[in-house]
């Protein structure tokens, strides 16, 4: 039997574990929904849809932990329609909504590109890009190729990624920056990667990696971003005691 913690101790104890103060984010970090004063049951996934919320009230959780939440920046903030759908079921079933985004990629440990690193025995040196969120390193393996990235990728995500640009390049330099961090491509270069890798691909991406010598490879949003909401489910477990579950919704994208 696990224990429980106060609502307010736990994402007070979570800001500071992924340094939310530190990072300018696109949506609010931390409690974005406030439900039940006392959490035992944390349901973690990957973005806070309707099919998670219906899970979590379903399973009887009394937090739902995310990577994806609500209230980003542009958007139109009055809450109807699918937004109202979504916050009224939090609200009825009382259930808490955490969310950390850059945080939880940026994490040195926990982070969406640590643990993408660690599953694929990628060896982190530096960092790049805006904030310092991207990633370059050894790719662990030496001679191989871009397209035996891809590979990697293909078996270790379950996805086959898309990859422009020249596959049969030797990577001794990795890039990374996991979700939609196409953006970075160009500053991956000139840290001097030998392939990038984020989830997302953008039309300039092509002629960037074409021209540049340097491939693209799109791995998925989603299956780039699974990785650091486990390690935090793990870590609510292991270090404060709580049943913690992980839910993956497929998401082709």
């Not at 574990?17 to 929904?33: F, H, I, K, M, S």
């Not at 939609?180 to 491509?185: D, K």
Request: net charge negative; aromatic share 6%; charged share 20%.
């Amino acid at each position: 039997m696990r224990g429980n913690m106060r609502l307010d101790a736990l994402h007070r104890h979570l800001d500071g574990l992924l340094e939310v103060a530190r990072l300018r984010d696109y949506c609010p970090n931390g409690l974005q929904v406030e439900g039940r004063p006392d959490v035992r049951r944390v349901l973690c996934g990957v973005t806070a849809s309707q099919a998670l919320v219906d899970a979590a009230a379903a399973g009887g959780y009394d937090a739902l932990l995310v990577h994806h939440g609500y209230f980003w920046r542009g958007e139109d903030r009055r809450i109807t329609g699918i937004r109202r759908r979504r916050i009224g079921s939090l609200l009825k079933h009382d259930i808490s909504l955490l969310v950390y985004h850059l945080p939880l990629d940026a994490h040195p440990l926990l982070g969406n590109n640590a643990q993408l690193a660690r599953l694929m025995a990628w060896e982190g040196e530096g960092h790049f890009g805006d904030q310092d969120l991207g990633w370059i390193g050894s790719p662990g393996e030496t001679g191989i190729s871009a397209s035996g990235i891809a590979a990697e990728l293909a078996s270790k995500l379950g996805r086959e990624p898309l990859i422009v640009g020249d596959g049969a390049r030797t990577v001794a330099r990795v890039a990374w920056c996991s979700g939609g961090a196409q953006g970075l491509f160009e500053q991956a270069i000139a840290a001097g990667a030998d392939v990038y890798v984020s989830g997302e691909i953008s039309e300039p991406t092509t002629h960037l990696a074409r021209e540049s010598g340097v491939p693209y490879i799109a791995a998925g949003h989603h299956a780039t971003e699974r990785y650091g909401v486990q390690a935090l489910a793990r870590y609510l477990r292991d270090e404060l005691g709580l049943e913690a579950d992980f839910l993956d919704l497929p998401n082709p994208v």
